[in-house]
């Protein structure tokens, strides 16, 4: 219990961290279009796919304990299914599926985090759904399950970009299970651009787990060899690591049970149990995806923010060089035209005083002229040559910060390009400093707070008075 008050309180505090600190930034500035903490402030999510035989409906039955999916050797299933816990249903005895929706409730909802899977339109919308179960399993966590990946299919077969969406899915995802049967060991073209692609893309390596499944379809130790040989040597070329990823085993204990020859089954039964308590430790899962979430965030909006700054100096230095060299001009031009006056006769006669404001007078006058009708013109020809050399506004010197800029480069461009200096350095400053605490003092406490975590057991005395792992920054 005191552990999972304080994993409670710490998630609290990450996300208003990001909800009073980041949010409005990132709003303000076009990083997001919907509010960051909109896709971390649900529960854990466990997204599972596969190739559409790769047995995840089964898997997912069995680990709920009711046939909630709809399950098949051919594909049964085209839809985005959002399983999640029905408190309300608590303590009924039948496990079920209690509720449903369609994709518009789940897209318009915010207590959920897809608000801004609005832009795949309403085919996709049409294959979204939501099902509530009164299921223990699903106390801490929710599951995703996704339409079965194929061969040879195209946006227009399905109306929208399958990929872009399991790439937004597994944003949201703490836990990423792709599972793969035996006949098809990882040979599904959709699957091979998700691993190659989209997941490199959209998510952490250390959040995927790979699951090779119904090997109780296996007749014998040897074959389940071979199977699982093809399939390492196949996900080595499609994720293009030269490590083997681990691959967890699997199968239904309903099938096994009907087969007297697999004896070897009995020899794995502890790879099903393990990959069952990886699952459920979603919820710490879930911690370290907050955490890094904060650190990326934080560090792309500190970076694009310390850019916006170094433009504005540099503008501001160039103003400052302008007026001075304007004003020496003017103030030479000045000079010089009266003492010519002088020189000529026109002048003649006029005391000190008045050459004095008569030469001061004119320089204003031609500084006011140069201010006006030249200052824009050498502005924006100053704009284009920072534009130019537009990396050059921050130090690169690391890759940390070269992967920092190039999340936000486009951004700074394209706001720069509307703005060019027409902004409040003031201002940007004191959103600087507000993020860039965040990226530092912030993202600081809150891994001193996760290995405080790794500290704290479930067998901790009940007599120990709960505290929120406050810090000066996270309060």
């Known amino acids: ?170 944003k949201i995802a703490d836990l990423i299970l792709v599972l793969f049967d035996p006949h098809k060991a990882g040979t599904v073209q959709e699957t091979y651009v998700a691993l190659r692609e989209t997941l490199p893309a959209s998510t952490f390596e250390e959040r995927i787990l790979f ?23 196949n996900l080595s070329q499609m994720t293009g690591r030269k490590d083997i990823p681990q691959i967890h085993l699997t199968y239904s204990s309903g099938a096994a049970q009907l087969s007297e020859k697999l004896d070897y089954l009995k020899y794995l039964q502890n790879q099903r149990e393990e990959l ?47 007026n001075l060299s304007g004003l020496g001009i003017s103030l030479i031009l000045g000079s010089s035209t009266v003492f010519v006056l002088m020189l000529a006769g026109v002048l003649g006669g006029m005391p000190l005083e008045m050459l004095l404001i008569a030469s001061a007078s004119l320089a204003g006058i031609l500084f006011a002229l140069t201010a006006t009708a030249f200052r824009r013109f050498f502005k924006n020809r100053f704009h284009k040559k920072l534009m130019a050399r537009f990396d050059d506004l921050t130090p690169l010197d690391n890759q940390r910060r070269r992967d920092n800029w190039a999340a936000v480069r486009s951004l700074c461009r394209d706001y720069l390009d509307r703005q060019k200096w027409r902004y409040s350095i003031g201002r940007v400053n004191r959103e600087y400093e507000q993020v860039h605490r965040v990226a530092t003092e912030g993202v600081k406490d809150i891994r001193e707070a996760l290995a405080e975590l790794s500290d704290i057991h479930e067998d901790r005395a009940d007599h120990l008075s709960f505290a929120a792992p406050r810090s000066d920054y996270m309060g």
């Not at 699952?279 to 916006?308: G, Q």
Request: net charge negative; aromatic share 10%.
């Open 211 to 233: 699951v090779l499944n119904r090997i109780d379809e296996c007749e014998s130790m040897t074959d389940l060899l071979q199977v699982y040989g093809t399939l390492c040597w």
């Open 276 to 322: 069952r308590r990886t699952i459920l430790r979603a919820p710490d899962y879930r911690l370290d995806h907050l955490a890094t979430f904060v650190e990326n965030h934080s560090d792309h909006l500190d970076h694009f923010l310390e850019a916006l700054l170094s433009y504005k100096k540099k503008m501001l230095g160039f103003d400052i060089k302008f």
């Open 1 to 170: 219990m005191y552990r999972d008050n304080y994993i409670h309180s710490l998630q609290t505090e990450l996300i208003e961290m990001v909800e009073q600190k980041l949010s409005p930034v990132a709003i303000k500035y076009k990083y997001v279009e919907v509010p960051l903490e909109a896709s971390i402030k649900w529960r854990p999510v466990v997204l599972i796919l596969g190739n559409y035989s790769s047995g995840k409906s089964t898997l997912i039955n069995e680990y709920i304990g009711a046939d909630v999916q709809d399950t098949g050797q051919a594909p049964t299933d085209d839809s985005f299914t959002v399983i999640t816990y029905d408190e309300r249903a608590e303590g009924e005895k039948e496990i079920r599926v209690t509720e449903e929706h369609d994709g518009r409730y789940l897209l318009n909802d915010p207590a959920y985090p897809f608000e801004k899977m609005k832009k795949y339109g309403r085919r996709f919308a049409s294959h979204f759904r939501l099902k509530k179960v009164n299921a223990p399993f699903l106390k801490e966590l929710a599951i995703i399950d996704t339409p079965g990946m194929l061969d040879s299919v195209t946006e227009r077969d399905r109306g929208y970009n399958y990929q872009e969406v399991i790439g937004d899915l597994a």
